[in-house]
């Protein structure tokens, strides 16, 4: 795992952005699996910007769900779906048929699982994942206690992923279960990117980056991922032992 610390929000941003548009400009027809949350969104955000301005050709590329709420609809803008949509797909002008998400809302959960796994593995796995990291050090919806060999799955939350998740929306609202990718496939995924900003993310950080690679732990799997880079900024790796990879 290659450490980079940048100096503050916007420089972990704009870097991270940066690695998006290496990878769409490399491979035309890459699979992208982008994390939700408030950590990517100015990464997300610097991306489309400078995606416009370059005129690049998202037509052959690919978009796959890393994580989704059960029970919560498209239309909530609490949802994966709709993070998506506003902050990458509506502003890129991706197609329908390039997108692949989990429907939290389905009566068959596992079935939206196996196909996931089905669709997944056609398209020959993840070129490029951005996941951010939990408080309780999860990935995706991959909480403490997860099986490192799994693939996508429905998860009962944990306390903490509860009540986080509230921030995202307008109201308090009944937060169960979610359904996710698996390690198996995040760890499969050619580059990854593990992004963390902010003195609330100090803690997890040292121990996920730093600690014994444990699925109490999620997000410490990475250590041992042959291409994953931690983008932090320097509040994030406030605790860092070796803080000799500031960028
Ligand atoms: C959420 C999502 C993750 C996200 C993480 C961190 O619950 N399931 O995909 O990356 O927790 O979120 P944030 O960036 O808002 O801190």
Same mark, same amino acid.
Request: charged fraction near 20%; proline fraction near 4%; aromatic fraction near 8%.
């Given at each position: 795992?290659?450490?980079?610390?940048?100096?503050?929000?916007?420089?972990?941003?704009?870097?991270?952005?940066?690695?998006?548009?290496?990878?769409?400009?490399?491979?035309?027809?890459?699979?992208?699996?982008?994390?939700?949350?408030? =950590?990517?969104?100015?990464?997300?955000?610097?991306?489309?910007?400078?995606?416009?301005?370059?005129?690049?050709?998202?037509?052959?590329?690919?978009?796959?769900?890393?994580?989704?709420?059960? #029970?919560?609809?498209?239309?909530?803008? #609490?949802?994966?779906?709709?993070?998506?949509?506003?902050?990458?797909?509506?502003?890129? +002008?991706?197609?329908?048929? +390039?997108?692949?998400?989990?429907? !939290?809302?389905?009566?068959?959960?596992? #079935?939206?699982?196996?196909?996931?796994?089905? %669709?997944?593995?056609?398209? #020959?796995?993840?070129?490029?994942?951005?996941?951010?990291? !939990?408080?309780?050090? %999860?990935?995706?919806?991959?909480?403490?206690?997860?099986?490192?060999?799994?693939?996508?799955?429905?998860?009962?939350? %944990?306390?903490?992923?509860?009540? =986080? !998740?509230?921030?995202?929306?307008?109201?308090?609202?009944?937060?169960?279960?979610?359904? =996710?990718? !698996?390690?198996?496939?995040?760890?499969?995924?050619? =580059?990854?990117?593990?992004?963390?900003?902010?003195?609330?993310?100090?803690?997890?950080?040292?121990?996920?980056?730093?600690?014994?690679?444990?699925?109490?732990?999620?997000?410490?799997?990475?250590?041992? %991922?042959?291409?994953?880079?931690?983008?932090?900024?320097?509040?994030?790796?406030?605790?860092? +032992?070796?803080?000799?990879?500031?960028?």
């Amino acid at each position: 795992m290659i450490t980079r610390i940048y100096e503050d929000y916007r420089r972990l941003s704009t870097n991270t952005a940066r690695e998006m548009l290496r990878v769409v400009l490399e491979k035309p027809e890459a699979v992208l699996c982008l994390a939700t949350g408030a =950590t990517p969104l100015g990464a997300y955000a610097e991306f489309v910007r400078q995606a416009k301005m370059q005129r690049i050709d998202f037509s052959g590329i690919r978009f796959v769900s890393l994580d989704e709420w059960v #029970g919560i609809p498209p239309s909530n803008p #609490g949802s994966c779906h709709y993070f998506l949509n506003r902050h990458l797909f509506q502003p890129l +002008q991706i197609a329908p048929a +390039q997108i692949y998400l989990f429907d !939290g809302m389905s009566a068959d959960l596992q #079935g939206v699982c196996s196909r996931m796994d089905e %669709h997944l593995e056609q398209l #020959g796995g993840i070129d490029f994942l951005v996941v951010g990291i !939990g408080l309780n050090g %999860h990935i995706g919806f991959n909480e403490p206690g997860v099986a490192f060999d799994n693939k996508a799955h429905v998860v009962d939350l %944990h306390p903490i992923t509860k009540t =986080t !998740g509230q921030k995202y929306f307008q109201s308090e609202t009944l937060l169960n279960q979610g359904i =996710t990718l !698996g390690i198996r496939q995040l760890m499969d995924a050619k =580059t990854v990117i593990l992004m963390a900003n902010g003195a609330k993310k100090t803690n997890i950080i040292q121990q996920a980056l730093e600690g014994t690679v444990s699925n109490a732990l999620p997000a410490s799997i990475l250590q041992s %991922h042959p291409n994953c880079l931690a983008f932090l900024d320097a509040e994030a790796a406030a605790q860092l +032992q070796d803080s000799s990879r500031r960028a």
